[in-house]
């Protein structure tokens, strides 16, 4: 009996500790919970002297809205909101899905690793409708590596070594945008099944 119980119990952690979204994609960020902004923070142009401003809040619809005013003064022109360090068990046949209510402007999915490199990621950029949600569906071999908005050459990513994602504006086009993110997950070719 004890045994039995034991094993109910292995497989109900098991279980609780990989969150699925309702289309069967793993959950890797959602905004439901209370502490879900504690996640996240901005990372505007104001590190090299830009004046963007760029902030983010958890919204009523439960959503993270990102949003504020981009700036091209004193060679600025980003604002971005990015995720704190945490393992997501990315695998090179992965693709991240996000699903984005926008304001007709393109935006960048970043991707970041473990090593540290000033001002590097791997990069996809998608586009948004105006006030309408998308689902984007962005493969993980997809992604570009870039430095300070470049394109570096000869550079291959390590899906394992992912550890943080944002979301970067940097269309060049001055002006206030909003973003909204009602979730981010990743669908893999593992979770196909095969009717027999």
């Given at each position: 009996m004890f045994l039995k119980h034991a094993m109910t119990?292995?497989?109900?952690?098991?279980?609780?500790?990989?969150?699925?979204?309702a289309d069967g994609h793993r959950l890797l960020f959602n905004f439901k919970n209370?502490?879900?902004?504690?996640?996240?923070?901005?990372?505007?142009?104001?590190?090299?002297?830009?004046?963007?401003?760029?902030?983010?809040?958890?919204?009523?619809?439960?959503?993270l809205e990102f949003f504020?005013?981009?700036?091209?003064?004193?060679?600025?022109?980003?604002?971005?909101?990015?995720?704190?360090?945490?393992?997501?068990?990315?695998?090179?046949t992965d693709s991240i899905v996000i699903k984005v209510r926008g304001?007709?402007?393109?935006?960048?999915?970043?991707?970041?690793?473990?090593e540290r490199r000033m001002a590097f990621s791997y990069r996809a950029k998608f586009k948004t409708?105006?006030?309408e949600w998308t689902e984007i569906s962005i493969p993980v071999s997809k992604f570009v590596a870039t430095s300070f908005g470049r394109v570096v050459r000869g550079q291959s990513l390590?899906?394992?070594?992912?550890?943080?994602?944002?979301?970067?504006?940097?269309?060049?086009?001055?002006?206030?945008?909003?973003l909204e993110i009602g979730s981010v997950s990743v669908a893999s070719r593992n979770t196909l099944t095969v009717s027999k």
């Open positions: 119990s292995v497989l109900i952690f098991a279980t609780a500790s990989v969150a699925v979204a209370g502490d879900a902004s504690k996640q996240w923070r901005t990372v505007n142009d104001g590190v090299m002297g830009g004046r963007s401003n760029g902030r983010f809040r958890i919204n009523n619809d439960k959503s504020g005013t981009l700036s091209l003064e004193n060679n600025g022109g980003f604002a971005s909101v990015r995720s704190r360090p945490v393992t997501m068990n990315l695998k090179a304001d007709g402007r393109e935006y960048s999915l970043n991707l970041y690793t473990a409708k105006m006030n390590n899906p394992n070594q992912i550890n943080s994602l944002g979301i970067m504006l940097g269309d060049k086009k001055a002006g206030t945008f909003k």
